[in-house]
């Protein structure tokens, strides 16, 4: 008589209603490098906008006003935090940067680790949907810079 090894079976259905989350697509984002960086569950497009500096805002945590967002962050972090002058009023960011080319692509405002806060900001033009492509809006803002040197 032969020997059993294991036993297993295995099964699968094509009647089966596809689960939530094989129908949840998730989003990633590259820094202008190429870097892998961000891994989500929703466009960053869709992500409400910060009024002073055009930032994504990702809720970290579920408060009354909505879920948190799942995603991934692959940066590099400083543990100083930096002050920002934002009209007379002093805001403190801990921020992130690529792994590869230290481009700054986002902050928050509590001390790590990430996720730590209500909060997490990626900084308008930092990251890309596809490796190699520059985002229309990295040099937004360049000209009138520029201008005034």
Do not use: W
């Amino acid at each position: 008589m032969p020997k059993v090894v294991s036993r297993s079976a295995v099964s699968s259905s094509t009647d089966a209603k596809p689960t939530a989350s094989a129908a949840a697509a998730l989003r990633v984002y590259y820094c202008i490098c190429g870097e892998f960086i961000l891994v989500i569950e929703k466009s960053l497009a869709a992500l409400p906008r910060r009024r002073t500096d055009g930032a994504y805002i990702i809720r970290c945590r579920e408060n009354v006003t909505g879920k948190a967002v799942v995603f991934k962050l692959n940066a590099s972090t400083s543990v100083a935090p930096v002050l920002v002058n934002r009209s007379g009023a002093y805001e403190r960011q801990y921020r992130f940067s690529c792994p590869r080319c230290n481009l700054l692509v986002g902050y928050q405002y509590t001390p790590l680790p990430v996720k730590s806060g209500p909060y997490l900001y990626i900084l308008k033009g930092a990251l890309t949907h596809a490796q190699g492509h520059v985002p229309k809006d990295a040099f937004e803002g360049l000209e009138e810079s520029n201008d005034t040197a």
